[in-house]
């Protein structure tokens, strides 16, 4: 069942796995202060620019998540163990770390917002992901039938997958 403590571990968890990747591609490119403020941005969006044609070539599946975690956080950790290439002095940044973490507080007040709500059995979500879900849920209706499919981890059937990606063809890798 949907609960706050098992959102707040797994953001937790992604920020901190999406921000040791941006760290460690970050850091090779920009200096050290903006390296850590722009490190779960720039892990999030090369690891997922990166996975989406590898889980729509060979399908999503918890082994594969898991695999492809695990060799991002290794070159990750090679990259950082890596000595960069400028032996220059780094200047001491002039953002307290702290400002950091009250960054990062001030930013989830509006994610509150839209956190699902557990009452018994049921879970109810705020307008907008209300309004996300539906559209979810009509799109998948449009496209795969009735009856619907969970929009979200259903699998589609074999006739709605795609025959080719980038041109190459696609039904042996399944």
Not at 16 to 23: I, V
Not at 50 to 69: D, H, K, M, N, Q
Not at 139 to 149: N, S
Request: charged residues 10%; neutral net charge.
């Amino acid at each position: 069942m949907a609960s706050s403590v098992n959102a707040l571990v797994c953001a937790l968890i992604a920020t901190a796995f999406w921000s040791l990747l941006g760290y460690a591609l970050g850091s090779r490119l920009v200096p050290r202060g903006l390296a850590i403020g722009a490190a779960p941005v720039v892990g999030w969006s090369v690891h997922s620019a990166a996975t989406l044609p590898i889980y729509l070539l060979f399908g999503f599946s918890p082994f594969l998540v898991a695999g492809i975690g695990a060799v991002c956080l290794l070159f990750a950790g090679c990259s950082l163990s890596q000595p960069r290439a400028e032996a220059g002095i780094e200047p001491a940044p002039t953002i307290p770390m702290w400002a950091f973490a009250a960054a990062g507080l001030v930013a989830l007040l509006p994610a509150a917002t839209i956190l699902p709500k557990s009452s018994g059995d049921a879970v109810w979500l705020a307008d907008a992901a209300f309004d996300h879900a539906k559209i979810a849920i009509i799109d998948a209706m449009a496209r795969l039938g009735l009856p619907p499919v969970n929009p979200v981890i259903g699998e589609a059937p074999r006739a709605a997958w795609p025959t080719t990606i980038f041109g190459i063809a696609v039904e042996n890798c399944r």
